[in-house]
């Protein structure tokens, strides 16, 4: 008579409580060592000891997942789905080795950095922080709580993205990651990132050159109004264009940047130039 080999399972209840582990802890251990590799094994820890009964595959899944590890937080959810989703596989006797779940993320740590970082930083948290600003300056309560909305968004958008990895499993990203459609989204969002950075630019930049030419038995020239008639918004443009071939030839020392913003602003202002 053969023996009934229970299946391994986790529960939604499981992999979400996982999710929110990783969500609150993701930046938590960082080190130069290993990374976000610690808040990872910590995150998936309760799965791994309801998967392997066995203490020794226990401590060797512990140990798989303390090595380095380093991705975008947000995106980087859609690898934690995976993972638990092979080591239940592993655990279930499928022909999965170690070495091919640690190979899996980390070829998908770099694609999912670069995803995040584009769509994340480079364009939600601008459009998100640019609505914020613009009910601020109108006196709008809101304008102080909005922003708020950008945490919860990445709460949104990596819940979704780990409970996808888990659900899909290996197969599907390399069948994404293959057929360019991430090179794409990137693409685009990039695209979206900078448009949204123009328009911001040019709505909050102000410069202007107050200084008038009175030329005898003619009107007064004053010398913003031909800058405009030439290029409007010519010298915001400048001052943005001259801050990021700093920040692209020499470095990117914000802080030195605002402090020298804020001395040529005022000496400006003193002698009458802007």
Same mark, same amino acid.
């Given at each position: ?5 229970? #299946? ?10 996982? +999710? ?8 938590? *251990? %960082? *080190?130069?060592?290993?990374? #976000?590799?610690?808040? +990872?094994? $910590?995150?998936?820890?309760? @799965? ?19 090595? &380095? &590890? %380093?991705?975008?937080?947000?995106? =980087?959810?859609?690898? =934690? ?10 655990? %279930?006797?499928?022909?999965? @080795? ?17 995803? =995040?970082?584009?769509?994340?930083? =480079? ?5 998100? +922080?640019? &609505? ?31 409970? &996808? ?7 599907? $990203? #390399?069948?994404?990651? #293959? ?30 050159? @107050? ?5 005898? %038995? ?6 913003? !109004?031909?800058?405009? *008639?030439?290029? /409007?918004?010519?010298? /915001? ?10 920040? !692209? ?24 130039? +802007?």
């Amino acid at each position: 008579m053969s023996e009934v080999v229970t #299946q391994k399972k986790l529960t939604k209840r499981e992999v979400r409580n996982s +999710f929110f582990m990783w969500a609150l802890l993701v930046e938590a *251990s %960082n *080190s130069y060592e290993r990374m #976000q590799a610690l808040s +990872f094994c $910590v995150s998936i820890m309760k @799965p791994l000891r309801k998967l392997y009964d066995d203490e020794e595959a226990y401590r060797e899944a512990l140990e798989r997942h303390l090595q &380095f &590890f %380093n991705s975008e937080g947000t995106f =980087g959810s859609l690898i =934690g789905g995976i993972t638990l989703s092979m080591e239940e596989e592993k655990a %279930n006797g499928a022909e999965i @080795p170690g070495e091919m779940i640690t190979g899996i993320k980390t070829g998908l740590m770099g694609p999912m950095a670069g995803i =995040g970082d584009t769509i994340v930083w =480079g364009t939600i948290r601008p459009i998100v +922080f640019s &609505f914020g600003i613009t009910l601020a300056m109108a006196g709008s309560v809101w304008g102080g709580l909005i922003p708020f909305a950008f945490a919860f968004i990445c709460l949104a958008l990596g819940y979704v993205l780990y409970m &996808f990895g888990y659900r899909v499993g290996r197969e599907s $990203v #390399q069948t994404m990651l #293959q057929s360019g459609m991430i090179k794409d989204v990137i693409t685009g969002s990039s695209i979206l990132g900078l448009f949204m950075m123009g328009a911001l630019g040019a709505s909050y930049v102000k410069l202007s050159i @107050p200084i008038e030419i009175v030329m005898e %038995n003619a009107d007064t020239m004053v010398v913003q !109004d031909i800058l405009d *008639s030439i290029i /409007p918004g010519m010298l /915001p443009l400048a001052a943005i264009m001259l801050i990021y071939l700093y920040f !692209d030839k020499k470095e990117q020392a914000y802080n030195k940047i605002l402090i020298l913003i804020l001395i040529i602003s005022l000496a400006g202002s003193f002698v009458g130039l +802007f």
